[in-house]
């Protein structure tokens, strides 16, 4: 087995993170750098399929192992992990994955990213769902936007809610949203739960089965520190 590195042997250290040596780089939530043994994985597998293309690579084995290391990230089981190539493609995969009935409700917010509001935005057109959009608010104390708990539930009440589509953490604002309280309330109701969590994989704890969530998609750029 390989033995790896503890996390304060990691952080900081330009040796495991080149971009250290010229920057002090803080955009995680954006595009993250690559940790230099990111880098030597992506350099062995082109050279790999550039002499042997998929003889004798061992990267299926790789692939399975990936899937319960995912696994273990958010509390699911190997076999309910899917890879796909971006968050946008798992978030459709799941709008398009389920047997809409006109009048079914989408319940969502009005500061999702696209890719989190269009695949809704489609079925609500197809199949004649009702897509409802809970809106931010100003806090008046401190002037921070953010999207009230009460209004999500509020909205979720309604008995043909179908599914409730959200970010984890809002990408404009960088609201975390209750994903404890809105799970229950999605499973007591029969209500889908869909997680964008590209904005907290890695940095934020997720446990799907204590948060009660059906779907969740997320990428690996930002705080897995993996490529586009």
């Not at 993250?32 to 992506?42: E, K, N, V, Y």
Request: charged share 20%; net charge negative.
């Amino acid at each position: 087995m390989p033995v790896f590195p503890s996390i304060t042997d990691l952080i900081g250290n330009p040796s495991e993170f080149p971009i250290l040596s010229k920057w002090d780089f803080f955009n995680h939530a954006g595009v993250s750098p690559l940790p230099r043994r990111a880098g030597q994985a992506l350099r062995r597998f082109a050279d790999h399929f550039e002499s042997n293309a998929y003889i004798s690579s061992g990267f299926f084995r790789e692939i399975d192992a990936l899937r319960v290391s995912a696994a273990k990230l958010i509390n699911a089981s190997p076999e309910e992990i899917a890879f796909v190539k971006n968050t946008s493609e798992g978030v459709a995969t799941v709008a398009g994955g389920i047997d809409w009935k006109a009048g079914d409700r989408i319940v969502t917010t009005s500061v999702e990213y696209p890719a989190n509001m269009y695949p809704w935005m489609d079925v609500s057109k197809r199949f004649g769902a009702e897509l409802i959009i809970v809106d931010e608010i100003t806090c008046p104390d401190t002037g921070a936007r953010y999207v009230p708990l009460e209004r999500l539930i509020e909205a979720c009440a309604h008995p043909r809610t179908r599914l409730l589509a959200l970010s984890h953490v809002e990408y404009a604002s960088g609201q975390r949203h209750d994903l404890m309280a809105l799970g229950k309330l999605c499973r007591e109701r029969g209500i889908l739960f869909s997680i964008d969590a590209i904005q907290s994989m890695g940095v934020l704890p997720i446990d799907v089965r204590a948060m009660n969530i059906d779907y969740l998609s997320a990428d690996g750029h930002k705080w897995l520190l993996g490529p586009e």
